[in-house]
């Protein structure tokens, strides 16, 4: 009985403290291109979809003031890389922070001539803060490809969290 007690209090306390790390982790500065910054010649759909993004997160886009800017566009302006309309802001200092303030889908493009064309442009979608954690992530081009997956993934997460209270609840319960 004793040692099952210790074994409840020890698993509680590891559970609690995987929630508060999530809790920690949740705020996460991404640099758009990793390494690479944001410039020509980079695949940046595929940067996209490697993160999860959450609400409370950051992007860092840092590039050679003057070479490029960061234009967050409207997703039709994501599509046809034309900048005629469909820019909502526009950073141009080199070393700009976008606050993803919440849920939803964020396209962003250069507008240097020719750039957005050549790849300088990714979507992202961003996850509501939720009690399962929840997940976002890149966007594939076509948006009939979109969903499932990350979805899927939020879920199947939160499930195991569940299943981990719940046997931890029932351990604590048999030791008294
Ligand atoms: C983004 O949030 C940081 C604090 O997390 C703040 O210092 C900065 O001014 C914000 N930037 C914008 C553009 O709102
Ligand atoms: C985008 O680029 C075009 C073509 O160079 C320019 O005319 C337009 O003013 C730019 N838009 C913004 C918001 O910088
Ligand atoms: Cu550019």
């Given amino acids: 009985m004793d040692s099952n007690l210790t074994l409840c209090h020890t698993l509680s306390a590891i559970f609690l403290l995987c929630l508060l790390a999530q809790r920690h982790v949740q705020a996460t500065e ?19 979809q490697k993160y999860k993004f959450s609400v409370g997160d ?9 070479q490029h800017d960061v234009c967050q566009v409207r997703e039709e302006t994501y599509r046809s890389c034309d900048p005629t309309s469909g820019i909502t802001k526009i950073y ?3 070393n700009d922070q976008v606050n993803l303030t919440e849920g939803g889908k964020y396209w962003f493009i250069c507008n240097i001539t020719g750039h957005c064309q050549g790849g ?17 992530g890149g966007l594939a081009p ?5 969903g ?4 899927g993934e939020a879920v199947g997460r939160g499930r195991v969290g569940w299943v981990l209270g ?3 609840g029932g351990l604590c319960l048999l030791s008294y």
């Fill in 30 to 48: 991404y640099m758009v291109g990793d390494d690479l910054g944001w410039d020509t010649g980079n695949n940046y759909l595929l940067w996209s």
């Fill in 120 to 136: 300088m442009k990714f979507g992202i979608s961003v996850a509501s803060a939720s009690p399962n954690g929840g997940g976002g």
């Fill in 166 to 168: 719940l046997a931890i």
């Fill in 148 to 151: 499932g997956g990350a979805a």
């Fill in 58 to 66: 950051v992007l860092v886009f840092k590039y050679e003031e003057g």
């Fill in 142 to 146: 076509p948006p009939e490809e979109q």
């Fill in 92 to 94: 141009n200092s080199g």
